[in-house]
Antibody
Framework: QVQLVESGGGLVKPGGSLRLSCAASGFTFSDYYMSWIRQAPGKGLEWVSYISTSGASVYYADSVKGRIAVSRDNAKNSLYLQMNSLRAEDTAVYYC???????WGQGTLVTVSS | DIQMTQSPSAMSASVGDRVTITCRASQGISNDLAWFQQKPGKVPKRLIYAASSLQSGVPSRFSGSGSGTEFTLTISSLQPEDFATYFCLQHNSYPHTFGQGTKLEIK
């Protein structure tokens, strides 16, 4: 079965950096575009980024553009989100998702606080 | 960017009621819309894809309709386990955008 497992979340100070990872299994990872979605505590869902199957094409939400970078390693069945210049408003649970199949990971919590 | 306006933001209903939630897109998105259900502390679960296709394993009391700019999610007969928050997502163009959510509570 499809599994997506995020890791790398934690507490970081404003202005700091964090790299999230998502390990995929149960499907041919290289055949699917992938997305990151986040949810701030008590708030709705916010789409964050997209990456194409090869990694050649990426898109970002305006709220994070210039501060984050999505990448993937198809040989390792892994998706990454490098987040820099973090702000308090980036505090959220971050989910990796295979939107085409409706599959989401369990999420990893990122807390930006001094 | 395409804005998704979801209504109502909250509603209360009784078991057995028929419920309809609407999402309106600021421009046409064909049928590139999905509906999700989220319960507190849980991961969102996709109910409907391509505006009207039922996700495998989802009860048939859930249905979706619409195309272009107006979409609806209907629950034909509410069950106790359906009380949750519902979101729509447009994936026609980037950035993808979610509706603000509809919190469905027990009356």
């Amino acid at each position: 079965q499809v599994q997506l497992v995020e890791s790398g979340g934690g507490l970081v100070k404003p202005g700091g950096s964090l790299r999230l990872s998502c390990a995929a299994s149960g499907f041919t990872f290289s055949d699917y575009y992938m997305s990151w979605i986040r949810q701030a505590p008590g708030k709705g869902l916010e789409w964050v980024s997209y990456i194409s199957t090869s990694g050649a094409s990426v898109y970002y939400a305006d709220s994070v553009k210039g501060r984050i970078a999505v990448s993937r390693d198809n040989a390792k069945n892994s998706l990454y989100l490098q987040m820099n210049s973090l702000r308090a408003e980036d505090t959220a649970v971050y989910y990796c998702a295979r939107l085409l199949g409706g599959n989401w990971g369990q999420g990893t919590l990122v807390t930006v606080s001094s | 960017d395409i804005q998704m306006t979801q209504s109502p933001s909250a509603m209360s209903a009784s078991v057995g009621d028929r419920v309809t939630i609407t999402c309106r897109a600021s421009q046409g998105i064909s049928n590139d819309l999905a509906w999700f259900q989220q319960k507190p502390g849980k991961v969102p679960k996709r109910l409907i894809y391509a505006a009207s296709s039922l996700q495998s394993g989802v009860p048939s009391r859930f249905s979706g309709s619409g195309s272009g700019t107006e979409f609806t999610l209907t629950i034909s007969s509410l069950q106790p386990e359906d009380f949750a928050t519902y979101f729509c997502l447009q994936h026609n163009s980037y950035p993808h955008t979610f509706g603000q959510g509809t919190k469905l509570e027990i009356k």
